[in-house]
């Protein structure tokens, strides 16, 4: 209960709030659920850890309820970080042995394999081996490594036509550990936390491609007491800052929309990178009626493709009605480009597009 009691304000200010954010909730929006609003979520969180309430089915759902993604923040006079009060309560789940079946099932295959979707990522890791040094040790994150490889043969492309060689290292043969963050199993995540701050500290730089991890690495590690050896930056960082490496070449004749996912944008407050890397390769790009700090969640963190699958989907959908009007909806996460064709609808890495203009 110590670890929760840093956000007792927090729940306090959203429990007693006259639901203010409650439109910005994207999870809320798309079951169209009271029950899943932020305060409802923040008003479980406060009888749970100020007032002692057994967490029943419901109040469970509501703590799980949570993309994590932040758009309730940009709408908050007080600034309230809800996804990372409602993963803090989740552990009061773990404990009292309520959490929903697929977060257990979760932390089980996470134990055993070191990633939640428990496959060896040392072989995956292997494939991308180097032969010759390179300027950026690449973090992939084990999402791409499972689920999008393209995006790090992508990555590695565009790299080395922009004088930014990268190479997949050894330590991405592990998850950063967002799944445990976001299950609520704090003590797992900061063993976790520790152990991979060791394994990097042979890197003098990281480069990392998934904006969830480097959020994780660069603002989660953090908040738990982990530091980082050595920088770590983004793939779109570094290559915005090469810009000037670019070819003189025609554009790719696409109308492109640009989706600032949550942890790239909201997390790490980049906003300008990538779309100075898009505009470089399309003819134009456009803005969705909501973008920046105001972008929509497509529904793919928190867990929630797991507790609420239906509701991630719905999510990602009502996100992708943002962008309507333009040949493609670009983006610099896979996992938003991921639930976007699972909700039918057309997406675009924005690495893949650069390398498309570069080999056009």
């Known amino acids: 209960m110590s670890d929760l009691l840093q956000h007792r304000q927090a ?10 954010c409650r439109f910005a909730c994207p ?36 703590l799980y309820a949570c993309t994590g993604c932040m758009k309730c923040r940009t709408v908050c ?55 010759a040094p390179v300027r ?23 790299g080395a036509a922009m004088s930014a060689s990268f190479g997949v290292c050894r330590a991405s043969s592990r998850c950063c550990g967002y799944p445990l963050y976001a299950a609520g199993d704090t003590k797992g995540f900061v063993r976790h936390a520790e152990g991979m701050a060791e394994s990097l500290k042979e890197f003098p730089e990281l480069a990392v491609l998934d904006p969830g991890c480097a959020y994780t690495f660069k603002v989660v590690y953090p ?14 960082e570094i290559l915005a800052d090469r810009l000037a490496a670019l070819p003189e070449k025609p554009k790719l004749p696409l109308t492109v929309r640009y989706h600032d996912a949550c942890h790239l944008g909201r997390g790490l407050g980049q906003y300008e990178g990538p779309r100075a ?15 920046r700090d105001e972008a929509p969640c497509t529904g ?50 924005l690495l893949h597009l650069l390398r498309r203009w570069l080999e056009a």
């Open 11 to 20: 729940y306090s200010y959203c429990a007693f709030c006259p639901k203010v």
């Open 27 to 62: 999870v809320s929006e798309a079951t169209q659920q009271e029950s899943v609003s932020t305060w409802a979520k923040m008003s479980e969180a406060y009888l749970a850890t100020q007032h002692g309430q057994p967490l029943d089915e419901g109040g469970t759902q509501a």
């Open 77 to 131: 006079k007080h600034e309230n970080e809800v996804g990372y009060a409602l993963f803090s309560a989740r552990s009061l789940a773990l404990e009292q042995g309520t959490a929903p079946a697929p977060v257990t099932s979760t932390l089980r295959t996470f134990t055993q394999h070191q990633n939640p979707f428990g496959v060896d990522l040392a072989e995956k890791v292997a494939r991308y081996r180097a032969d």
């Open 136 to 158: 950026f040790p690449l973090f992939p994150g084990c999402s791409s490594l499972v689920k999008r490889p393209e995006a790090i043969d992508d990555a590695i492309a565009v």
């Open 223 to 236: 908040r738990f007491g982990v530091e980082l050896p050595h920088p770590v930056r983004t793939v779109y």
């Open 277 to 291: 890397l898009l505009a470089a390769a399309v003819r134009e790009v456009a803005e969705g009626t909501e973008s």
């Open 300 to 349: 793919g963190g928190g867990l929630l493709p797991r507790t609420m699958p239906e509701a991630a989907v719905e999510t990602a959908r009502r996100a992708a009605e943002r962008f309507e009007g333009a040949e493609a909806i670009a983006t610099a996460c896979p996992t938003s480009r991921r639930m976007f064709e699972r909700a039918g609808k057309n997406a675009e890495d």
